[in-house]
Every structure is written in C-alpha cells, then in structure tokens.
C-alpha cells in the first residue's frame, strides 16, 4: 500500500506542470497532451516502478520473476498507458472535451479536495462547459479491459478490468489533488529560507 501511494504521488508530480495550461486546445495539443502523459521520461520511469512492485509481488505469478518477468511486467505497463493515452485522446478529440484539470478558485482544504475529486468525474469542454468527463472514464475502463487480454486467464475477468479501471480512476484522484495543491506546497518550499 506504502509503495502505491508512493507511485501515485510521484505520478502526479510528475504531471502536475502539464495540468492547467491556459487557453484552448486544440487536436494537436490534446495529442501532445496524453503523449506527454503516457511516454515522458517521467512516466515510463513511472511505468519502471509499477513493474518493480509487481515483480515485487510476483504479479502475475504466471509472468515469473527475474530479467524475463521483469520485462513482461515493464512491457505490459508502459503498453497500457499507451493504450490508455490512444483512448483518452481519441475521446476527447471526438467529444471536445478539455483533458486538462483546473484548480479551484477556492480556499480550504476539503473545498478544493471535493474539487478535484468533481474534476475527476466531471471534464470542461472545448467551449467552456462541463460535462461527464467520458474521455477519462473511458479511457480508464477500456485500457484495462483491452491490457488484460495478455494477463493470464485467471485475470483476464470483467472483475478484474472493473477493478483495474477504477484504480486507474483512483490514481487519476489523486493526481488531481497533487495538481491543485503542488503549486502551493512548492511556493511554499521555495520561500523558505536555508
């Protein structure tokens, strides 16, 4: 639970910058958008401690463990973000829906909490509005639906692609709340002293 956590926050560090850029974005950005998010240096480095846990865990079992298990675990990673990336792209290009999170313009911690958790479900639209964030939801289901028709056959269950989109959907909470308060936590860092 401690490593996951730890690859969460590392993961909304990560993308905390590309979160809220102003001004449209168009089919071009949206693609530059989600291939930041799936194959920056950050992301795959990402992807290299998600496969360390599962090997870890042995997870899959049937995957092995040494360099071979490794690889298998690296490969599936980074080729289900990939996926996830096609999907949300294609999504939100098609639906006009904006990717990018917003903070809030409140204060207080559960305000702004509830607020990212709101973003999580809910996505702007190319022109301003907000609507059910589809591109998000499916992106997250169908990247794990799709990524386990190479797990094994004891995982690759509709339980188990439940279970895998909704921790995408989970992670992707928790970046949220990373990008609405990473700002002011690194303003905060930066104007203390040595």
């Not at 956590?5 to 993308?15: K, P």
């Not at 829906?97 to 809030?104: F, W």
């Not at 909490?113 to 190319?126: F, K, M, N, Y």
């Amino acid at each position: 639970m401690r490593t996951a956590l730890i690859i969460a926050l590392m993961c909304g560090i990560s993308v905390a910058g590309v979160a809220q850029t102003p001004g449209e974005l168009d089919t071009s950005g949206k693609l530059r958008y989600h291939a930041q998010r799936a194959f920056s240096p950050a992301s795959i480095a990402m992807s290299g401690v998600k496969a360390s846990y599962l090997q870890r865990t042995d997870s899959p079992m049937e995957w092995g463990q040494g360099g071979e298990g490794y690889s298998k675990r690296l490969g599936s990673s980074v080729a289900s973000s990939g996926i996830r990336a096609a999907l949300a792209f294609g999504l939100d290009s098609t639906l006009h829906q904006d990717p990018r999170y917003y903070r809030s313009g409140s204060s207080g911690f559960w305000s702004r909490t509830g607020h990212a958790l709101r973003g999580t479900i809910l996505t702007r639209t190319d022109s301003g509005g907000e609507t059910l964030s589809t591109w998000r939801l499916g992106s997250a289901y169908g990247a794990a639906f799709i990524s386990n028709q190479w797990y094994p056959d004891r995982l690759n269950t509709v339980r188990h692609g439940l279970v895998s989109g909704s921790t995408r959907l989970g992670f992707d909470l928790v970046k949220n709340v990373i990008a609405e308060f990473w700002p002011d936590v690194k303003s905060k860092l930066s104007h203390r002293g040595p």
